[in-house]
T-cell receptor, first 112, second 115 residues
Framework: GNSVTQMEGPVTLSEEAFLTINCTYTATGYPSLFWYVQYPGEGLQLLLK?????DKGSNKGFEATYRKETTSFHLEKGSVQVSDSAVYFCALANNAGNMLTFGGGTRLMVKP | GAVVSQHPSRVICKSGTSVKIECRSL??????MFWYRQFPKQSLMLMAT?????????EQGVEKDKFLINHASLTLSTLTVTSAHPEDSSFYICSAMASVGETQYFGPGTRLLVL
């Protein structure tokens, strides 16, 4: 079956530091890959996505590249802000695109 | 962008009562809606998938008689927690999708506390 594994948190960084949150997946076929962000007390917001190998999703300074050879979709940001503090979820959608499998989530804490 | 709302955002109820949670797609028609449950500091667990006009498909281990799902229109799905107990206390999140293969858009979640 499908599965998503992401690094455990919390990840604590100082403002303007470089961020990497690792995500690897197991899936049959060619899934779409997503990063969602959840701010405290809120639902999930789509941050970025990639639908095929070598695609790069990007939004709000975050980016992730769909690497089929390493089955990875690592999230990166060059300079984090305090407002980026949230929980980040990596997810994949199956071939039919109608069911999401989530990773365990990684809490990011950015200190001023 | 696509907006999904949930109501209520927070509810406290007594053990044994039933609670209904609404999920609405505000600016698009959703052929499919999903209901998730999230425990504190954990990931989302899919409870069921509902398609407009048909019965919901429940994930293994989810009691269909306890968590009643109705998807009566293309913009509304409801989750009713029947005879709620303290262990049902959780954060319930819905998502909606316009059609198969489209992006899922999530609601803001409903925090349920059963006393």
């Amino acid at each position: 079956g499908n599965s998503v594994t992401q690094m455990e948190g919390p990840v604590t960084l100082s403002e303007e530091a470089f961020l990497t949150i690792n995500c690897t997946y197991t899936a049959t076929g060619y899934p779409s890959l997503f990063w969602y962000v959840q701010y405290p007390g809120e639902g999930l917001q789509l941050l970025l996505k990639a639908t095929k190998a070598d695609d790069k999703g990007s939004n709000k300074g975050f980016e992730a590249t769909y690497r089929k050879e390493t089955t990875s979709f690592h999230l990166e940001k060059g300079s984090v802000q305090v407002s980026d503090s949230a929980v980040y979820f990596c997810a994949l959608a199956n071939n039919a695109g109608n069911m999401l499998t989530f990773g365990g989530g990684t809490r990011l804490m950015v200190k001023p | 962008g696509a907006v999904v709302s949930q109501h209520p955002s927070r509810v406290i109820c007594k053990s044994g009562t039933s609670v209904k949670i609404e999920c609405r797609s505000l600016d698009f028609q959703a052929t499919t809606m999903f209901w998730y449950r999230q425990f504190p500091k954990q990931s989302l667990m899919l409870m069921a998938t509902s398609n407009e006009g048909s019965k919901a498909t429940y994930e293994q281990g989810v009691e269909k008689d306890k968590f009643l799902i109705n998807h009566a229109s293309l913009t509304l799905s409801t989750l009713t927690v029947t005879s709620a107990h303290p262990e049902d206390s959780s954060f319930y999140i819905c998502s909606a999708m316009a059609s198969v293969g489209e992006t899922q858009y999530f609601g803001p979640g409903t925090r349920l506390l059963v006393l």
